[in-house]
């Protein structure tokens, strides 16, 4: 059971959520799914370098110089650093996404990521809040709002995304990473903020 809940937690990392969605966009027949190929791959390939891949090796350097003592920053004081030059890698990719001449929801959906990111370096500061059930509360609210309002051809995405939401928190839990009161208010923000900028 602690290996499922390890492999789950690397599965869906805070940091994959936002490809994800681009990559459900592309791939289940919205409007988007209808752009160019070479548009699709190149979106693609900037938020996976730039969203996944920069920050990744950012914790991995910080390891290395002992900045932070564990991969998983578990201490909410070496998330703090992470955090924040995470979030400047997500503000460098929207800028170069805008270039591009995306749509509003793509671009809304960068800024999302980087909203809850932001919060959840706030929150950091003063409290360990779970930054997995952050960013699967993100994803979630994002798929909800496109499936109220037309975007998603099926209540697939949104159904499969619940129950993924459920056994992460569970798996977090599970692991001791974080008490329930962290990840109950986590996946909140994150589904609170997606919705509330979609709204908009």
């Not at 730039?50 to 090796?57: A, E, K, Y």
Request: with cysteine; glycine share 8%; hydrophobic share 60%.
């Amino acid at each position: 059971m602690r290996t499922t809940s390890q492999l789950l937690s690397v599965l869906l990392h805070p940091l994959m959520m936002v490809l994800y969605a681009y990559a459900l966009l592309f791939a289940l027949g919205t409007y988007h799914a209808f752009l160019p190929t070479g548009v699709k791959r190149v979106v693609l390939f900037v938020v996976a370098i730039d969203t996944v891949f920069i920050p990744v090796l950012i914790i991995l350097l910080l390891k290395h110089m002992g900045a932070v003592s564990s991969l998983a920053l578990d201490q909410s004081r070496e998330r703090l650093l992470p955090l924040g030059l995470t979030v400047v890698a997500y503000i460098i990719t929207l800028f170069l996404l805008r270039r591009l001449g995306l749509s509003l929801v793509l671009l809304k959906l960068l800024l999302g990521g980087t909203l809850v990111l932001m919060a959840a370096l706030g929150i950091t500061a003063w409290w360990k809040i779970s930054c997995h059930a952050l960013g699967m509360g993100g994803l979630t609210g994002f798929l909800l709002w496109s499936t109220a309002n037309g975007l998603l051809p099926t209540y697939a995405p949104l159904l499969v995304a619940i129950a993924l939401s459920g056994l992460l928190l569970s798996a977090r839990l599970l692991l001791g990473a974080h008490r329930p009161a962290q990840v109950y208010a986590g996946y909140a923000v994150g589904l609170g903020i997606t919705l509330l900028l979609f709204a908009l």
